[in-house]
């Protein structure tokens, strides 16, 4: 069935609109299906080409379902401009097993004993939540070394407007790290993600019996080379629990 | 351009081919269409389903082409059996730009001080590579402890009929780690890849000029609950620069 939205000014970035709500539309539209069975598992987004100030429209296209898995193919576009998004979601009926968590949780400070970052004017998305950063914060214009700072980054993210966390939020804050590159350059240049995949820990029942409405993020890098870096994410809960891990691979032009 | 294949035994897993062999399939059915531009950037792979031993079919589209970024949607399916697999694959010219690696590669012992893997000759994919494992070897069926074990390989991977390092071997071995709930757990179980991600941080040409045969594979895992479980991989060349980056959701019962 297909799916139609819009573009919200309040959520834009620097030439389109921020792909993390792009991406929560698209596993939305996946989760708006009478047919769809289980809870997100996996979310992979192209990004093909920036989103235009306006309506879009959302094909969503069932591939194959089996007795616990199900796939999806999205493509969002834009009348007369082609494809913008192209992505898959894997949805999942997640049964009982043995349980582990090999990841240790990182030392999460309290929210309230770091600073609120103050938001830059000129982009309206990042207006959208609230970022504490226990280290890692993206540095000002004043701040250009050349020679490269760590690429880590630690902090409490949660929406200006509180809304309890579900696979919608973990998708738009996967893409609300900010770019590796303006981390370990101290700068801010072009960039854009290309691709973006998000995996999901718990079920959404689960999710629902997580208390607060933040997540503490941990977000880093491997390679910065010819024009492309990457990016990995651990989005935790504050009682320690690995709700979403995120990766993507970014242009950047330095 | 639509292309065909067929699958071969000698890289046959537990209930369907090795994952590895089709990513490296649906990679290269991309690379032979004669407009595509740039090199390998990132693929994702979605096994829907396994496939049947015998000859398969490629649907390949190109879904939007850029200056410098190409995206193509890939799916493989077999007659009367539908959809196999569905991928995406994003091409890219990659142009100079500040170059740095944030992540410190690991230490590599010298792969002639380490044994051997020996194979278990019901799994003959496996066979087709030679495995050196510095730590973290799959354990033997006599050592089941329910407690678990660290999650981290590190492990020299290379073909066991020698093949200069490509995108496509890439890919395959970034799917030959072996489960991460068999090492944990010291057993094996039921087990199945979902879907799976690869980003390339080096262009074709770059990795023409590496040398030697083999890769040093780091994987690891963050969350094995409710019958899915991650797994994370790095593939480092002999002198320490990261080739390729790769993460995948697998399913498993026990």
Known sequence: MACQGQTDDRYWAFVGPFGGTTGATVLRSVLEQANKIGDPLAITLNFCAPLQH?????????VRTNRSTQHWAVELSQKGAGIAVSASVVLAVR???????SAAAPD???????????????????????????CGQPAGPNDQSKSARSARSE???????PRPIDA?????MSDAFFGRIFLVRGLICPFGT????????????ELLQEEGHAIFGVADAHVFHRSYADQTG???????RLLATTQQIAYFKL
Chains 1, 2 share one sequence.
């Not at 306006?54 to 069932?62: C, H, I, T």
């Not at 290309?194 to 029942?205: E, L, P, Q, W």
């Not at 651990?234 to 009682?239: A, G, H, R, T, V």
């Open 234 to 240: 651990e989005l935790w809960s504050p009682n320690g």
């Open 108 to 134: 999460m400070p309290s929210p309230e004993d770091l600073l609120q970052l103050v938001q830059p004017r000129s982009v309206p998305w990042v207006d959208r939540y609230s970022f504490r950063f226990a």
């Open 194 to 205: 290309v691709s973006m995949t998000v995996y999901f820990h718990v079920s959404a029942n």
């Open 95 to 101: 049964r009982e097993s043995w349980s582990h968590q």
């Open 155 to 161: 902090v409490w993210i949660s929406d200006r407007e």
């Open 168 to 172: 919608l939020s973990l998708v738009s």
């Open 54 to 62: 306006g309506a879009f429209d959302l094909d969503v296209r069932e």
